[in-house]
């Protein structure tokens, strides 16, 4: 099984002048010493407008500066969002590419279309064509790392013959993931052949589900790139202590207020017409996690805080469920600098040790 750190970069009141400075320099040395005790992976989002909750907004500025600060840890996108009022689908296959360049071939790529009409709005960007310009641009873009020249006629993009440089290093390109919620979306990353990076609020049961959706449909795989992703990374809460009463008594309040806060972003789609690609999304906040306490979500593994040992637990809960790779998300509201960079410490010395 492998492990990755991920990020929101969270920001919560109250603020300080330089607060997200010091943070970007804290999540930096996370990393650092991630890197050192073994991680597999970092990953960030990427999101705009959300403030306290993501203050991740150009997460390709970050990774340039963590591929200088690392030698072995993979940089994963997680994800890039591909409606083009976002990003333009030929700026993520450059960045990328150059991202890989710059890391010595450590880039993963992940995929996704907005979920929040924070954001949505803020770009102009019509939620009722998110899907279809993500299944466009997911289609394109390792066609770019791939064909020299490149060419494409479709419904948002029509591009002539042209050399998109640089390439990237790996061979045949970078892997690419995509972000899934909904049953269906499990499927169709299958289908496609690339990997899922997925939440685990809805507990055990669910993610055996899905992941069984996944495997069945990866089988007969036609993947948009040169190689099939096959992999399922999935996000856990995680905090390591010396003791499980330490471990809750630092962390449980933070994980509330992650989901909690998630909860509100869905909130501006009250009252609007919610187009069907969305529903299940919606209503899945409502489902999953109203009124849900730190408790619920240990007992679910959704949270997994605690000493090594019980951290391991319920690790191993979810590579039953057939999980490739835990998103351990450490950075979670107002949790301490220090009280991390010990969590990573334990989690390296003794969680990971244990699944090698």
């Known amino acids: 099984m492998k492990f990755g750190l991920m990020y929101e970069i969270q920001v919560p009141e109250p603020h300080y002048?330089?607060?997200?400075?010091?943070?970007?320099?804290?999540?930096?040395?996370?990393?650092?010493?991630?890197?050192?005790v073994g991680f597999d992976y970092f990953w960030t989002v990427e999101h705009?407008?959300?403030?306290?909750?993501?203050?991740?907004?150009?997460?390709?500025?970050l990774y340039g500066a963590i591929s200088q600060r690392t030698k072995r840890i993979r940089i994963g996108h997680a994800?890039?969002?591909?409606?083009?009022?976002?990003n333009h689908p030929v700026r993520v296959a450059e960045r990328a590419a150059v991202l890989d360049i710059v890391s010595d071939g450590r880039m993963d790529l992940g995929t996704g279309r907005s979920t929040t009409l924070i954001e949505m709005d803020g770009f102009e960007v019509d939620p009722e064509t998110t899907k279809?310009?993500?299944?466009?641009?997911?289609?394109?873009?390792?066609?770019?790392?791939?064909?020299?020249?490149?060419?494409?006629?479709?419904?948002?993009?029509?591009?002539?013959?042209?050399?998109?440089?640089?390439?990237?290093?790996?061979d045949p390109h970078p892997p690419m993931w995509m972000a899934c919620s909904q049953p269906a979306s499990f499927g169709e990353a299958g289908e496609l052949g690339v990997g899922v990076l997925c939440f685990n609020l809805g507990g055990h049961e669910q993610l055996v589900e899905r992941v069984?959706?996944?495997?069945?449909?990866?089988?007969?795989?036609?993947?948009?790139?040169?190689?099939?992703?096959?992999?399922?990374?999935?996000?856990?809460?995680?905090?390591?202590a010396e003791s499980d009463e330490?471990?809750?008594?630092?962390?449980?309040?933070e994980g509330e207020w992650f989901v909690g806060k998630a909860e509100e972003l869905y909130a501006p789609w009250a009252g609007r017409n919610v187009p069907q690609s969305y529903q299940f999304a919606v209503n899945a906040v409502q489902e999953e996690r109203v009124d849900k306490t730190a408790d619920d979500h240990l007992a679910s593994g959704a949270f997994a805080m605690g000493t090594p040992?019980?951290?391991?637990?319920?690790?191993?809960?979810?590579q039953e469920a057939g999980v490739d790779q835990l998103l351990c998300f450490m950075q979670m509201g107002n949790l301490p600098h220090s009280k991390i960079m010990n969590s990573i410490r334990l989690f390296g010395k003794y969680v990971i040790p244990h699944f090698l």
């Open 17 to 36: 002048p330089g607060i997200e400075a010091d943070r970007y320099k804290q999540v930096m040395a996370q990393v650092e010493l991630a890197d050192d």
């Open 48 to 61: 705009h407008f959300l403030r306290e909750f993501s203050h991740c907004s150009a997460p390709e500025v």
């Open 79 to 86: 994800v890039a969002l591909l409606p083009g009022a976002y």
């Open 132 to 170: 279809s310009q993500w299944r466009e641009a997911i289609g394109m873009i390792p066609r770019m790392w791939t064909e020299d020249p490149f060419s494409h006629a479709g419904e948002f993009y029509n591009i002539p013959p042209r050399s998109v440089i640089p390439k990237p290093v790996q």
């Open 212 to 240: 069984g959706i996944y495997r069945e449909a990866v089988k007969n795989a036609q993947p948009i790139g040169s190689m099939v992703n096959d992999n399922i990374a999935a996000l856990c809460m995680v905090h390591v």
């Open 246 to 253: 330490e471990a809750y008594a630092s962390a449980a309040r």
């Open 309 to 318: 040992e019980t951290v391991i637990k319920t690790i191993e809960k979810y």
